[in-house]
């Protein structure tokens, strides 16, 4: 079986369009959401990660969504981004 990830772009603005941004992915078959780490995602993380779970969306975003519930977390080791830095 082949996988072909589609790329859909969500331009929400508020709690309204997030629930109805993840109705939308919920309806297609193997849908999934991958939340970046931004100033939107931050403020609305706990919105976005409970409509996540209303709509059965595997998610994975950045550390702080893990506690939040997601699926699964991604981050980024400092000592690989900065070397080897005295502390």
């Known amino acids: 079986m ?7 772009a969500a331009p929400v603005h508020d709690d309204a369009g997030i629930e109805e941004a993840m109705v939308v992915q919920a309806r297609e078959p193997g849908g999934g959401l991958i939340n970046l780490p931004d100033s939107f995602n931050v403020r609305y993380r706990d919105v976005i990660v409970a409509a996540a779970t209303r709509y059965s ?3 994975i975003g950045w550390h702080a969504l893990s506690r939040a519930g997601v ?3 991604y981050w980024e080791v400092a000592i ?8």
């Open 2 to 8: 082949k996988i072909e990830p589609k790329r859909r």
């Open 57 to 59: 969306l595997p998610s």
């Open 71 to 73: 699926l699964m977390s």
């Open 80 to 87: 690989g981004i900065c070397g080897s830095l005295p502390v």
